[in-house]
């Protein structure tokens, strides 16, 4: 293999180039970068993309759908969604203005805990909070992160992490969203459903803050 | 940060649709987002189309009323004003 194409990979890899001439660098570079991913975030732009899921999860009563999410303070959005299901929003956390969150009306999601508290805001002020939908009823679905379902909406957060968990609090789906080696489809580490970017143009990726 | 581009759906449809399968419709347009360093690239591809760069929304809502068949080329930031427009805030909240 040349080795700027090496070099590509390396980059690709979320790694960095040490020497381009040397061979056994490069090597050296692709390994570290693999064996030690890069960790980031990726902002969705809030026009376009969103994390549709490999398939929809289905959500039990008494368990939770669970958000590592961050909007900036100079963030001037309003109207956007969070999370869907894929058909409808029966399933659904969304902004009805500027900081303020709402669930479905379906009743679906039956309380919103920001960082452990039961809240109906989202603060815009630069920092990573976990947001936890508890669900009520066996119908509740999560298909898509940041759009509503028919895509007329979307979300210019930064999400880190999606967590599903059972009514006894054990994570039975879980995809961390910051492995930039991977690219737009974003690994499951707890279950087998995957994330992928739609509108993905490796654009995304910036560092934790 | 990336780059959008608003063409006509029919454009969209004959030459496009398999790079850009998820772009989004608005009005008779598709949105297509690319890397900032495909830019240069994609207009050079697709001049022959003829391709404005517009930053204000109120110019880009108004070329896209009267049909016009140039590419926009835009940022993210007027981008979402023009969904927005077209997608006004009380409309299909919940």
Known sequence: MRNDLLAQIVIASGGTVTNKDDRNALLSDWLAAVESPQIEVARLDGATQYWQLSEEISVPSGGSIELDLMYDSANQSEIEYVLTSELNSDTSLFFTSKEALRAGSSGYISDVLVDGVSAVTLPYDDTFHTIKCIISGDLASVGILGARFNYTRNSSGVIKSFRVRDDSGLVINEIPLTNKAQGATQLATVGSVNATMINYTGDEWEPLP | ?94
């Open chain 2, 1 to 94: 940060m990336s780059t959008y581009a608003i063409i006509p759906q029919e454009q969209w449809v004959d030459e496009l649709i398999e790079r850009f399968p998820n772009a989004p419709l608005i009005q008779n347009y598709r949105v297509l987002v690319f890397a900032d360093a495909e830019a240069g690239q994609l207009k050079s591809d697709y001049s022959e189309r003829g391709i404005v760069e517009l930053s204000s929304y109120i110019e880009i809502i108004e070329h896209m009323e009267v049909d016009l068949k140039p590419w926009v080329i835009l940022q993210v930031e007027p981008l979402r004003e023009v969904m927005q427009y077209f997608n006004p805030p009380s409309y299909e909240v919940i």
